[in-house]
Every structure is written in structure tokens, then in C-alpha cells.
């Protein structure tokens, strides 16, 4: 099956002018892109992390037929961005700022109806569609059938415009920092839903976050972005072994006795902190550290030391979104 | 497409806002009163009512609440399709609407539908009384027909309407043009100043204005001269029709030149 999102070489400039005087104005050109390339398959959920201004936001919108690419090509469930945005918008469903974007004075499932009657659902799909949406995201429970959009807090408002984006049962889903100011549980809700509908339902999802541990636990791949180019992508277990901080043994042991010669006795680097009640916090620096891990803590015990915790410690994401974001932050 | 249940859609949302606010559900009633109200002072502090019997050759108060209520249903369906936009834009919508795949033109054509019925219920508590008021019983039948023109002649502007928006809003700070706009097409529609009585270039840019044949048959109807008024009626649907592909194409043209400007999302 070919792609669900297929990006080429994706450029985009904001022109902004500014007036300096009556007569005299300069216009200012922000590189909002430079030319990117990725793809995004039926049944996965790909992550756009990157930091403030990398450019998330502007792929979507590219995608989401909203605003038009300076060069490139941009491919939604087989049609063309530009040339084909009628037949792009038969077949997304986005979300875009979780704030705005809907009527005051309806009700949530008022809102809702509005909006499948914009996408085209007949009366009776809509219905079912909507009451199906309203239970699926717990809406029913907040109120939403009879509360006004304005009483809305913003938890409520996500979930709907997840509802909105979901109304059409669209193939592909745009969704631009669906989790922002969500409190754990509801973030944990929009998480989970956007794992099954891509794993489930075989949805491609194109996801942006600035929440690393939720990156982690919904995409299936990650694209980093930074200043408009692609700056690293892959599995976060990838790209995680692609940067070069080295993994660590973090061991905590209670007793006396010359904790750096037993290490030195090891043969590796590491670092000792002494902390309050005779406990030692070590860390050691190992290339393969499943290796030594175990000779580690057998060393210990047989040296009369009481083992308090001892792990191995990966890289986190974060340390991967900060290393290929460097200079920017 | 679904055009039934864009239409419902489309009551609900205004029906919403209208009547979940209590100072809109007020204004929409006490607004042609008011309105009538006021053009009457003036009228009567500028002129005599026997001046203006001879002038225009209808009564004043009559013609005055007729007046009241074509501007307000004709500018009701030009500001509808106007101010949507913007208010979209606004409240945030405007790109759900733009990504969605619904035909944008009868979107627009029906977008001032839901509070023309509205207009045209207050017709029957502003016109009719009136006219029962000065024709008697057969006043009720003059004030249906003048109501169900007037209904007409406010449909007869909306791809006029569609057209100015489209390219109004292509522009930075489109409501600054709109303001010119409004009170402009306010008075070439004829509705208090008859369209006999214009300047030659005020008359013949209101003929380009659908409704302007539609108001003016109206006043032949008052005077009792309806020779013409078939013509005059077949004329405004005719303009209304021509408009259509106009329409079409200014909100392409919008829509293109938002897109390429990038729509607002926050
Ligand atoms: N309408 C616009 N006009 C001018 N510049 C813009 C516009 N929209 C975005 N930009 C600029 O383009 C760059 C990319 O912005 P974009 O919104 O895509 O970033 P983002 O990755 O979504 O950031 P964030 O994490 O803050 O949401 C930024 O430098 C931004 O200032
Ligand atoms: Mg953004």
C-alpha cells in the first residue's frame, strides 16, 4: 500500500513585512522550512518533535491544505497537497489549536452535529457517529450534550476537537499538540485513543508533542525537527542509541569500606557522591553496561556493601531532542 | 451533498447564538420599530407627511416601516455572508470550515437563510399591523405579498453579497471596507430613497443591484402600478443568477489567497 503522507523536499517561507515608516517598509523572511522528506504509513503513528518555531505547526498546516508550501510536494492518502486539496480534504481529519475553533453558544454535541454536516454526514451517520465519539472520549460524563461550548474547560475542548477530527472517520489525522494543558488523565486518554486508532484502526497519524514522555509512549516513530530541516528520525529506541551520551549503571550502596578501589579494581570510569547515611551514589560509565552490571554488584556484596538500588540508565528522549536541537534552545 | 442538513445545520448554529443571547433575540425584535421610529422623527423634523404624499405618493408611515423592513432583510443577507468570515476567523473555525470538503458557495447561499426566516416573522408583527392600520383587510393581503417580496429580494442578494465578500476579504483589515461598503449598498438598494429620485450615476449602479428591481417593485405595488413588476422580479433573479459563477470564483479566490497567506490557527 503506498503511503498515507508522503512529504518531498518541503519548503515554506513567511514573508512578513514590516513597516518601518509611512512610506517605507522591509519585508522580513522567516525560513519557517528548508526542505524536508518523510513519510508516514497507514497504521503508525509518526511524532513531529522539535523545538519552539522548528516548524511542526507549518507542516500541518501544509498537509491540512491551510496554507501553501513554496516548493516541494506533499502527498495526503494518494493526492496532491496543492494541485488536489478538494480530494486531501475528503480523507484528514486535524486538530489544530485546542483553545479555538468551535461556536460558543452550541452545546458540544451541537458543535459536533455542525461540523458533520460540514464534512458531509447524512443525518443518520452523524447521529451515531456523534454518540459513538461522545462516549468514546467520556464527553457524555463532562457534559457535553448539555453544557455551552463557553462553559468548556480545556480538557472538554480537546477532547471535542479530537471528536471533530475523528467525525469523518478520515484515513489520515493531522494533529498539532493534541495534548497541550491536558490534565494526566485526559492526556492519557487522547494518548491511548491515537495508539488504537493507528494499531487498531490502521490510521496514519501525524502527531506534534513537546512532551517527551508521551512521544515515547505514542509514536511509533519519531521525525526531529529543528530550525526547518529534519534533524534526526527513526524509532525513539534509535534514535536514542544514535546519540553519543554513553549508558550509565547507577548503583546506590550502603557501608564502609574503599568504594574506588573496588571500582578501580573493575577497570572503568565512573563517579562517586557520598551522601547522608554511609550511602555512596555511583555512577559508571560503560560502553556495553549489561556487561560489567553484574560483576559490579557481586563485587559489592563480597566487599560486605548492601546493595539500595542499582540500574542501568538509558538515554531519554529528552536528552536526544536536546542533543539534535542544540543551538537552538 | 447534503444540502437539507447544511441547512438545518446552519439554523441550529444561528438559533444558538440568537436566541441564547438575550440582548440579540431583543434587538431583532424591537429593531424595525426602532428603526422606522427614527427615520419617521427626522422625516417629520426635515419635511411635512403632505410633502412627502406628494413627493413619493405613498404615506409616510407606511412607507417608512415597508422601507425598514426590505433594508433590514436585504442587508441582513449581505452582512451575513460578510461578517462570517471574520467572525470565523475569529472564534477559530475558519480553518475547519476552509479544510472541510463542503462546496463553499452553497455554504455561503445559506448562511443568511436561518435569520431572514427570522426577519420575515417580524414582518408580520412591524408590516402588517400597519397596513391593517391604513388599508384595512386588505391590508393583509399587501403586507403578505410585500413580505414575501421582500423575502425574495433579500435571497436575490446573496451572490452578490457572496461576491463582495470573497473579494473584500482577500484584503488586510476587510472590515474597515465594509463599513464603506454597508451604507453604501444601504442606500443604492432604493428601499428609503426611491431609485427615481437618484443621481444618473447612483441610478444606474443600483440597477446592477438584484434587489434594487425587487424594492422598487415593491413601491410600484404601494403606489398601485404593478404593470411592470413581473419584469422588475424576473430581472433581480436573472442578476442573482449571473452573479453565481461570480460568486463561485470570488470565494475561490479567497479561499486560494488565504491559503497561500496561510489560514490563522490561532
Ligand atoms: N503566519 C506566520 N507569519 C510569519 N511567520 C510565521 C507564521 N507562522 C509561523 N511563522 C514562523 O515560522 C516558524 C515556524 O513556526 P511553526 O508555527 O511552524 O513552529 P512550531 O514548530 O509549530 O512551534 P511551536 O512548538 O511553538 O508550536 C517560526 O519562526 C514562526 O515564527
Ligand atoms: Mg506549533
Redesign the pocket.
Known sequence: MSSAIIVRNLAKRYRVKKRISLLRSHTEVIEALRGIDFTVNYGEVVGLLGPNGAG??TTIKILATLLLPDSGEAYVAGYNVIKNAGEVRKRIGIMLTVEKGFYGKLTGRENLEYFAALYGLDRVRSKDRIDYLIRLLELDKLGADYKLLEEFSLGMKARLSLARALLSDAPVLLL??PTLGLDPPSARRIRELVRDLAHKEGKAVLY?THNMFEAELVCDRILLINKGMIAAWGTPQELKMRIPKLRVIAINIKGEGRVDRILESLGVKYEIKSEENSINSIRIHAERPEDVFNDVVRKFIASGFEIVSARIEEPTLEDVFIYFSEGSL | MNIPNLIEAEFKLVYGEIFRRRSALVSMIIYPYLFAGFTLFFGYTIGSPGLFMERVGVEPVVFMITASNMVMSIINTVDDVLWRPLHDAYVGTLPYIIASPINKLELFIIIPVPRLLLLLITGFTSIVPIYVLHYGLNGVVLALTVISLTTFGALTMSTLGIIIAGLVHTVGESWRILNVVRPLLMILVGAYFPRALMPFAAYITSMFIPSSHVVESIHRILLGDIGDVYLLLALAATLALVYAPGGSRSLLYWEKKKVSEGVKTS
Open positions: 511542526k505547526t498539532d499538540e506534534t
